[in-house]
């Protein structure tokens, strides 16, 4: 698994698809936040709007770099989805604009889906597979209402589905999702969780080549670790938890993880690389150190975090650019929109602690650890994994080593083991205490 990104830049493989996704998504995301604000209708859920851009431009859309086709699916609901979470259109397209480059984590997973970072490394791009945007948009609804009643939903927030097509080229549907690590602090320790154990393991020996690697739940039992929340926040945490896995259950959805990242505040910041790259970070400059270079256990996103006041300075460039866009009626909306930036998302319970959960004690003192997580990987429907388990099976593999388990089934086993994970420092200690007394 490759856990470093790359930096996607013209000699990429894979640029001109990464730089036409962004276009699309400048594109459209200013179309939709020109027009002024409605509610929602039932055909909002279903809308799909497809677009052609091209080297000389035209009516509609203007000339781009390259020939390409983009679709955008339902934009009045992700628009309304980006409000609910606190997403500010300047900054989102701040974030996306193709002139940042991306850097690409590859496919760390099995499902072959890519992963792009926006290069202040808020954002992540995952390409999905046709199956899960068809699903995605079967239940948008559920999802949207969903998010609505719960804010702190610690689901995957989803900002946005598109497809984009080269000319003779396969179609790439992908989804833009919080990037639920930080890019101003180190996570010493990732973790992947399901509440399994089959083939839930990360081998220990292979850590040393990769000490960023994501580890599994045998590792976070191994290592005897708890998401250290007293219990004022484990009671929040667990309550938001089941009302989440509710929602899967009911839409028969399974295989999702907690992906939780760890710092340790004490730590810190270790390898501090960040605070030379800031310094030596000219505004508007495009020197970026290489994030494929960056020593293990260094956040490649530090070295791509654009100060405070590069990210207005962005912003008011947009704006500027975005008025003297013809015809995209931009200049009204752009106006009104704040000029300061925050890089932390706030007012959102479970990312309010520096984009993190601070570990509480038993007395509900803070303690000396962040958790950065969130339940993702969450458009696998039960159907899809039982037809893939025929396949692996029709292929040689053993059951136990994929026997999926039904929805309810897995999301009662998720609930069951992450709750018993968590815990206090101090009553983890007295668990042990007397588990060794009896
Ligand atoms: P598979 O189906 O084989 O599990 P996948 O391609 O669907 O893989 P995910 O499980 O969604 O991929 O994610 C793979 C890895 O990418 C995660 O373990 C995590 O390290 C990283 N990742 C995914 N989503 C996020 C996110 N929102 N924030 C930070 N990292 C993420
Ligand atoms: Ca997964
Ligand atoms: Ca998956």
Redesign the pocket.
Known sequence: RVVVGTKVDEHHQNYVRAYNMLTGIRFCVSRIHAKSDRELSDADFLAAQKYSFDITGNELTPSTKYDFKFKDYAPWVFRHIRTIFGIDPAEYLVSLTAKYILSE?G???????F?YFSRDYKY?I?TIHRGEQKFLRKILKEYYNHVRLNPNTLL?QFYGLHRVKLPYGKKVHFVI?????PPHRDIHR?F?LKGSTIGRDFREEDLENNPRA?LKDLNWLRRNLHLEFGPHKKEIFVTQMQRDVAMLQRLRIM?Y?L?VGIHDLERGNEDNLRDKTLQVFQPGGDKLPDPANCPPGVNPGLARTPSKLETAQRARELRQTVKSQRPIPMAQTMDKMPDESSLVRKGFYFYADDGGFRATHEDNSPGDEIYYL?I??CL?RYNYVKRAEHFWKGMGGHESQISPIPPDRYGDRFIKFISGITMSRERAEKEVLTSTLE
Do not use: Y
């Not at 496919?107 to 889906?113: A, F, I, R, Y």
């Open positions: 984590l496919s760390p997973g099995k499902s072959g889906s992963f992540i995952k995957s999702m919080n990037n639920l690590f990732t992947d994501t295989d993880s992906l969130g993702i990987d696998t």
